[in-house]
Structure formats: C-alpha cells, structure tokens
T-cell receptor, first 113, second 113 residues
Framework: GESVGLHLPTLSVQEGDNSIINCAYS??????FIWYKQESGKGPQFIID?????DKRQGQRVTVLLNKTVKHLSLQIAATQPGDSAVYFC????????????FGQGTRLTINP | DGGITQSPKYLFRKEGQNVTLSCEQN?????MYWYRQDPGQGLRLIYY???????QKGDIAEGYSVSREKKESFPLTVTSAQKNPTAFYLC????????????FGPGTRLTVL
C-alpha cells in the first residue's frame, strides 16, 4: 500500500556540521507534510511543516524541501548541536477522507562531539 | 500550562487484565488520536475522534476501546483481547487553527508482566 518511508534509518554527523534527513512518500493525494523530532522516552515534537503547493520552507536552523516530481521530502538541520540527537519522523496528511497523518519509520540522528 | 497530559507515565499489567490510559488536553482541540509505537518503529493509529461522542477505528483497533464523552478527554482501554500490548502509547490532539498538525502528549509506556 501507499506509505511514507525513509531512505536511511540512522545518521551520524559531527557537531557543527549540517545534516540532511530524507523521506520518500508515495501517496499523490498528500497535501501537507510535517517533520517531528522525538527524544528518547518522550512524545514527538513538531519541528516544521510544508504544504504541497510549496517547495521550500525555512525555520530556525531547519529547512524542509519538497520535491513533488519524485515524491521526496527532506529536513536540513544547520550547525547541528548535541540537543539535535533524536529520532526524526516525517508525516503526510492524505487529503482524502478523514484528517489522518501517516508516519514514516523514523531516522535516528546522532551528533558526534 | 496549556498542553496534553498522559497518565500514568509507566504502567504494568498482568495478562488478562484490562487497563485504561488517560489523555487530557486543555487546548480546546476538537480532534484527538491514539497511537502505538513499538521499539524502532513509527507510529500506528489505534483510534481517533474528530468530535465529542464520535470516534473511528484506526489501522490497529483490535483489542482496544475508547470513549469521547468530553472534549478534553480521550481515554484508551487496552483489553485482554490485545495479544501483544507492551508498547509506548501516544495521545495527540489537533485544533482547527493548526489545520493538520497534531500535537503529542508525553506518552505512556505499558508493560505486560
């Protein structure tokens, strides 16, 4: 079935470097995408979102890119800090029917000192 | 403080027992959701409610039940019919202002002894 997935389950970067977390989606009816950050033992925390009529959106140290042609979503984190270590999930809202989010498996980001 | 609370944080259950997980929000959100998260995996939707006194099954509703008698409360009961209930349970809510974004509580970790 159609689902949200991730290219890489784990990612390690040096502190201060930029990181890119990727997400592939297959549902052409998705109209909204969200990135969440989940620290160990806690609930997911909203980071940034993007509508399907946009291709880029920036926040504080984070940028989300959307490529609808290849159905690809990415989260860029600039100048990573130890506090960025977490699991990152992408989620898509499927515009048909009830408002539900479909979540990917997640990517674990580890920041090395 | 405004937000979503879940209780208890940790819950232990003997096989054959029903347990109820609490979820309360004071955000005046109409929609509420319950997810299950297993180690190293994404979130799977159990039940959701878009309005008081109404709820729908998600992708893995078997062995679970919910009620939505009040706007701010959406308790989840894990019944003895749920064969593998040990997991991390997350409650979320969504308001009209946030459109599609769901905001999560801190989670309840349920362990069956």
């Amino acid at each position: 079935g159609e689902s949200v997935g991730l290219h890489l389950p784990t990612l390690s970067v040096q502190e201060g470097d930029n990181s890119i977390i990727n997400c592939a989606y297959s549902n052409s009816a998705s109209d909204y995408f969200i990135w969440y950050k989940q620290e160990s033992g806690k609930g997911p925390q909203f980071i940034i979102d993007i509508r399907s009529n946009m291709d880029k959106r920036q926040g504080q140290r984070v940028t989300v890119l959307l490529n609808k042609t290849v159905k690809h979503l990415s989260l860029q984190i600039a100048a990573t800090q130890p506090g960025d270590s977490a699991v990152y999930f992408c989620a898509e809202n499927i515009s048909q029917g009830a408002q539900k989010l479909v979540f990917g498996q997640g990517t674990r980001l580890t920041i090395n000192p | 403080d405004g937000g979503i609370t879940q209780s208890p944080k940790y819950l232990f259950r003997k096989e054959g027992q029903n347990v109820t997980l609490s979820c309360e929000q004071n955000l005046n959100h109409d929609a509420m959701y319950w997810y299950r998260q297993d180690p190293g995996q994404g979130l799977r939707l159990i039940y959701y409610s878009q309005i008081v006194n109404d709820f729908q099954k998600g992708d893995i509703a078997e062995g679970y039940s919910v009620s939505r008698e009040k706007k701010e409360s959406f308790p989840l009961t894990v019944t003895s019919a749920q064969k593998n209930p040990t997991a991390f349970y997350l409650c979320a809510s969504r308001g009209q202002a946030s459109q599609y974004t769901q905001y999560f509580g801190p989670g309840t970790r349920l362990t069956v002894l």
